[in-house]
């Protein structure tokens, strides 16, 4: 499996970090051994100094599909979880000056923190463009999203990147980030909720 992520989904965080608003969705992938296995801490590697929690809307794709339509996109997923994309932050940034791909930055080890559960959209009984989640830090919230505030939705996102990607059973994309990232240190502990559920508990180390 793949995880697709997308950057700069939603504009108050494009902005926050200097970037240009993008027009047309702008990916990139992490590896599965990039996930954080489950219940274990997350250890900020040794070659960073500024790893950053982004939290996501994680769409968890149901079938195999090439060049889908917008509209025919939602016949492609049913459960959405939340994911959290660490960001060595310092290290994108050389990557970025350089004109170098993100990997070392984004798809490391443990950067990939997916949710144990999904939970069907019949059971939330909400459209996927009408969802909201947050993240806390050791029980302060710091970052609040709607799914309804991205630029592109989840339908425009999954016929974008089957334009050039097959997407397959089980493949997760990570759906953009809404404002408020920041750093992360030794001794946090990160949670996070969809819809009132809790649906992330990581322990920084
Ligand atoms: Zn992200």
Redesign the pocket.
Known sequence: MKII???RNYLDHATELGNPVPSEPMFFLKPDSSILHKRHAFYIPDWTNEVHY?V?LVVKILKLGKAIQTRYASRYYAEVGLGI?F?ARDVQSKLKAAGHPWEKAKSFDGSAVVSEEFISLDRLGKSIQNLQFDLSINGTKVQVGSTSEMIFNVDDLISYVSQFMTLKTGDLI?T??PSGVGSVKSGDKITGTLEGFQMLNVNVK
């Open positions: 992520c997308i950057g982004e996501e994309d960001t990570f953009g980030t």
